[in-house]
């Protein structure tokens, strides 16, 4: 038996209109910043009148883009794989553990999701000037370690409060040392947190502007600063081809880890019962 939906026909259309219309908005940049990067002409204009590819042949040659892209590859997984391991450990710590101060090292660790990342960056940047420290790689992924660490402390816990732990229990019962439940028991259960919270991340590291603005330098800028640099020089689309690029390549990640893991799995919010 078909059960009618007891709202007026009116808002019945009206709903959907305003999901369609707020989606075009959203998606309205997209498309305009995709279609100016076409452009033939070395001014950001719209809508094109001739078709390019040049722009996104300079993206991939530019030697700036290529420096910041390694860059930004070798500060994205150094940060994420440390955040991951330091979120593991400190979400289980504080699932498990009571112990004085544990709502505010909670409060302390969520900071980043509320401070203003140029705030950190600037204090960062006035530390190592104070105590004259390098300005290499080191301090750039501490940096993102510090912003990343929320995501996977975040996806940790959530993955803890769905686990089953008369598993781990009954694991140790049958004689497995605790080392033996947490590698065998406990990591594989939690499995879909931990990509999430390194997938999210992997990406907050990659796309992170405002704080690595002050602690990079011209060897360890990342993809992010040396597109600021370039649009300060340059008013031609290669930004945008650059912005497509960028969307891309994201969409296609997460295009990836929804179609063979599931989102709604990675991210613990798929209703198991």
């Excluded at 999701?113 to 204090?123: A, K, Y």
């Excluded at 690595?212 to 330098?217: I, N």
């Excluded at 960028?246 to 295009?255: E, F, N, Q, R």
């Amino acid at each position: 038996m078909k059960i009618r939906s007891s709202l007026p026909l009116p808002l019945r259309v009206a709903a959907p209109a305003l999901v369609c219309l707020i989606l075009a908005f959203v998606l309205l940049p997209v498309v305009v910043v995709t279609m100016a990067s076409f452009n033939d002409k070395a001014l950001l204009t719209f809508p094109p009148q001739t078709w390019s590819w040049r722009w996104f042949i300079r993206v991939f040659t530019y030697a700036d883009f290529q420096h910041g892209f390694r860059a930004s590859l070798i500060v994205m997984f150094w940060s994420s794989l440390i955040a991951l391991v330091i979120g593991t450990g400190l979400a289980i710590a504080v699932k498990r553990m009571a112990f004085p101060g544990k709502d505010t090292l909670q409060s302390i660790l969520l900071s980043p999701l509320v401070i203003p990342h140029f705030t950190l960056g600037l204090g960062l940047l006035i530390l190592v000037a104070q105590f004259r420290i390098d300005r290499g790689y080191a301090l750039v992924i501490l940096c993102h370690v510090m912003l990343v660490l929320p995501f996977v402390l975040r996806s940790v816990y959530v993955s803890m409060e769905n686990l089953d732990e008369r598993l781990e229990q009954a694991a140790a019962s049958l004689g497995a040392s605790p080392l033996k439940v947490l590698l065998t028991v406990t990591i594989p259960l939690l499995a879909p947190g931990l990509f999430g919270g390194w997938l999210f991340a992997a990406i907050m590291s990659f796309s992170e502007f405002t704080a690595s603005l002050f602690v990079t330098t011209q060897n360890t800028q990342t993809l992010p600063v040396a597109m600021y640099n370039y649009v300060r020089e340059f008013a031609d689309p290669t930004l945008a081809a650059l912005s497509v690029v960028y969307i891309a390549v994201t969409a296609s990640l997460l295009a990836f880890a929804n179609y063979f893991l599931g989102l709604g799995r990675v991210l613990n919010i798929e209703d198991n019962h």
